[in-house]
């Protein structure tokens, strides 16, 4: 009886348990889980720069010898926000294929995920920092003639400017972030903690 009772406790162990499917079949096939919800934004950030693509390409075709700098800056911003949301949709998909150990991968995927959110919005921020910092710079090396108008701007106030500009900026993307990827990062790490080891 012994014998027959250590089979049967080796055989449920192998076997997934019923918390772990349930909450498997949420994050897998429910067409509103956090990983479908995720993949959806991540495809929609792709597209949008492709309409970017067609807006700066009229630009930078009829005025090829006299581009800004800070316009190829802002197109390097948005062609960063492309990569941010090509590379994390290519971990979606990944996510979206379980193997091995279900739960730690799920958990060091959506790790990653988190990072990159974190990552990117604190690069997004930088890259805005230094536009500011070059428009500040044309004024007195006068590398860009497109930019005589800031000169004329008082310097305390083109500081103000600067400083309320990047401070918005920053609390606007973080909130961006937040709606549109970190909840559902977050819905889908509380999935994750709910699931057996």
């Known amino acids: 009886e012994l014998d027959?009772?250590?089979?049967?406790?080796a055989k449920a162990a192998a076997q997934p348990s019923t918390i772990n499917y349930n909450i498997s079949s949420l994050i897998y096939t429910d067409p509103n889980s956090p990983l479908a919800e995720l993949e959806k934004r991540f495809k929609a950030g792709m597209f949008m720069f492709l309409l970017t693509i067609v807006?700066?390409?009229?630009?930078f075709i009829s005025n090829r010898?006299?581009?800004?700098?800070?316009?190829?800056?802002l197109f390097t911003i948005l062609f960063i926000e492309f990569l941010f949301?090509?590379?994390n949709y290519l971990?979606?998909?990944?996510l979206q294929q379980p193997t091995g150990n279900i739960r730690e991968n799920l958990?060091?995927?959506?790790?990653?995920?988190?990072r990159r959110t974190v990552n990117y919005l604190y690069i997004h921020t930088g890259l805005y920092v230094l536009m500011a910092v070059l428009l500040e710079l044309s004024v007195y090396i006068n590398f860009d003639a497109g930019h005589a108008w800031w000169a004329g701007?008082?310097?305390?106030?083109?500081?103000v400017i600067c400083i309320v500009f990047l401070v918005g900026q920053y609390f606007i993307k973080r909130q961006s972030q937040a709606k549109m990827y970190g909840q559902y990062i977050e819905k889908l790490n509380q999935l994750i903690s709910q699931m057996e080891a």
Not at 65 to 73: D, E, G, R
Not at 91 to 94: D, F, P, Y
């Open 4 to 9: 027959e009772f250590k089979g049967m406790w």
């Open 55 to 59: 807006i700066f390409g009229g630009t």
């Open 65 to 73: 010898s006299n581009q800004s700098i800070t316009t190829w800056l």
């Open 85 to 87: 949301s090509f590379f």
């Open 91 to 94: 971990l979606v998909k990944k």
């Open 107 to 114: 958990a060091k995927r959506a790790y990653l995920l988190e």
């Open 153 to 159: 701007i008082n310097p305390v106030l083109r500081v």
